[in-house]
């Protein structure tokens, strides 16, 4: 037996990439999942609602679904980071975060974002009001997209040390730029700017948890 296959039947090494894998499909699979909502639900306006509010109205279970299928995939590749970072810089908070970003995603699904902006159709125009859930659905979109942002960085420092300058560039900007749209769409109010600019900065973030779990599921020896 080749040492190429020992690596390749070892077990440990199978589950670690088996749970790196998780974080491959997570973006892609929840980014379909809600683009192909947008263009569909009757009422729904890229450029002024949030995918969030998807959630609600009769055909809002399978945004909720969507959002658990992310949380769980995302939170199988915190422990795929964390076994293929054993050792070094952010091999323990990386992970963490990155989990504690699976989890607010789970919390977004329990406490979904409130009808808003005439979505879904017959709420009337404007933010309306704040519920209970839409307040701890807020709360769970901070904690959760600091987290990741912040896991950007742990990790963009620890490419630097490897001395990996375009990762480390990448993982940085990716940080800044997510943070950036965050605060886009919280002070922005509903404008189209800033909605539109939340969503570059959602692709941008998903984007580089998958090619990050594609990049360790090649390394993961």
């Not at 886009?184 to 509903?190: D, E």
Request: proline share 5%; with cysteine.
């Amino acid at each position: 037996m080749t040492l190429q296959a020992t690596k390749t039947c070892d077990p440990r090494t199978s589950l670690t990439r088996s749970l790196l894998g998780y974080g491959v499909i997570a973006g892609p699979v929840y980014i379909v999942v809600s683009l192909s909502q947008a263009l569909t639900r009757e009422g729904f306006d890229l450029a002024r609602h949030q995918w969030s509010m998807l959630a609600n109205g009769g055909p809002g279970w399978i945004q909720v679904a969507n959002l658990t299928l992310a949380a769980l995939t995302t939170l199988a590749f915190a422990f795929g980071l964390h076994r293929a970072l054993p050792s070094g810089h952010g091999s323990t908070w990386a992970p963490r975060l990155v989990g504690v970003y699976a989890l607010s995603m789970a919390g977004a699904a329990i406490f979904p974002a409130d009808p808003a902006m005439g979505f879904p159709v017959g709420t009337p125009e404007g933010p309306g009001a704040i519920s209970l859930n839409g307040m701890l659905h807020f709360a769970c979109g901070v904690v959760g997209f600091a987290a990741v942002a912040v896991a950007c960085f742990i990790l963009g420092r620890r490419f630097a040390v490897e001395g990996r300058t375009q990762w480390a560039v990448y993982s940085r900007v990716s940080g800044a730029l997510f943070l950036v749209s965050f605060a886009a769409v919280a002070i922005g109010a509903g404008a189209v700017w800033a909605n539109l600019t939340f969503v570059a900065g959602i692709l941008l973030i998903w984007a580089w948890l998958s090619v990050l779990s594609l990049h360790l599921y090649r390394r993961a020896s």
